[in-house]
């Protein structure tokens, strides 16, 4: 039902009591090697949700690309789209701080080798989706390869993350564009406003079918050109742990259910749960609910 398309990553972190300078070396923790990358991880939310899920993507023949594997193996994740070879496995190399800020750089590696032929040459997976999600962590010539191959059964939603400008036929076809505060702000540039109401409908003006604008703790925005003013979706209220992968656990739920035939906002309000459930628990893949573990909706 649900085709992800985008970046694997192994996530490298190590605790450190402090950053090294130029020229110096530090002692950190023992090394924790997790899967991530915003494709894989939404690959893995969806499937731990119970959705039908394909994965589109690049991993190096090594360790890492393995171990990528394996993981959306575990989670139930159709890998045959998973091309192997070409450039090492992705690797996000991330120091953390007593204070629990990261500084984090991205190797891309094979992330940056997922090539439009890539998508030409996987038909059948983007034939068989009723939805295609989307992020930035791959080439925009594969993003815009993916945007040309939809067909009018099938609905595109695009996370544009890393902000980047994207070209008018590809925001086109989104629906929805999903963005965060700072992915709303950055694509707007000057022009942002200053409520989400504001932005979801700057946003429109750039051209999707429909937005939605996730809010951390105050759920979520949408809005489509269909019809109607932007609807306020509400989070759950929850005890936030670990914010990390909120975002790509809220656009896998939002997506497959977009895929089963729910409107955006009645997706939406799905999502939200999907999200609050995410931030409850450490971690990205490891922080994400099964259908049982998704939380009641509604803000007390
Ligand atoms: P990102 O992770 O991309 O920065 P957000 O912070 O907007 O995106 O979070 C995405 C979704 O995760 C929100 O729409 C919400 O459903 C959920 N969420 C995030 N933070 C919280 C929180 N503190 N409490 C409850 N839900 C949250």
Do not use: Y
């Amino acid at each position: 039902d649900l085709l992800v398309v985008g970046s694997a990553n192994a996530d490298l972190v190590v605790g450190v009591e402090r950053r090294p300078a130029p020229g110096e070396t530090v002692l950190g923790s023992d090394l924790a090697v997790h899967p991530g990358g915003k494709g894989g991880n939404q690959a893995v939310a969806a499937a731990r949700l119970g959705a039908r899920t394909a994965l589109l993507a690049r991993v190096g023949d090594d360790a890492h690309g393995r171990l990528l594997l394996e993981s959306q193996r575990a989670a139930g994740v159709d890998t045959t789209g998973v091309l192997v070879g070409g450039a090492p496995t992705g690797v996000a190399l991330i120091t953390v701080d007593p204070s629990g800020d990261n500084s984090i750089v991205v190797s891309p590696g094979a992330n940056a080798r997922l090539a439009p032929e890539d998508i030409r040459a996987a038909g059948a997976l983007l034939g068989a989706a009723r939805v295609v999600s989307v992020q930035l962590e791959i080439p925009l010539e594969t993003v815009a390869e993916v945007a040309g191959a939809m067909s009018p059964g099938t609905r595109l939603v695009l996370n544009p993350s890393p902000p980047a400008p994207l070209p008018a036929h590809v925001l086109a076809v989104c629906d929805p564009l999903v963005v965060n505060e700072h992915e709303a702000r950055s694509m707007l540039g000057g022009a942002a406003g200053a409520t989400p109401e504001e932005w979801a409908r700057a946003l429109l003006g750039l051209g999707p079918r429909s937005v939605v604008v996730t809010l951390g703790a105050a759920g979520a925005l949408v809005a489509d050109t269909r019809g109607g003013d932007a609807v306020r979706v509400p989070s759950p209220q929850v005890e936030a742990v670990d914010t990390t992968g909120a975002g790509d656990a809220f656009t896998a739920a939002l997506a497959w259910r977009l895929g089963r035939g729910e409107g955006l906002a009645e997706a939406a309000a799905f999502a939200v749960r999907v999200g609050a459930a995410a931030v409850t628990r450490r971690g990205a893949q490891a922080s994400f609910p099964t259908a049982e573990e998704v939380p009641v909706g509604g803000v007390p």
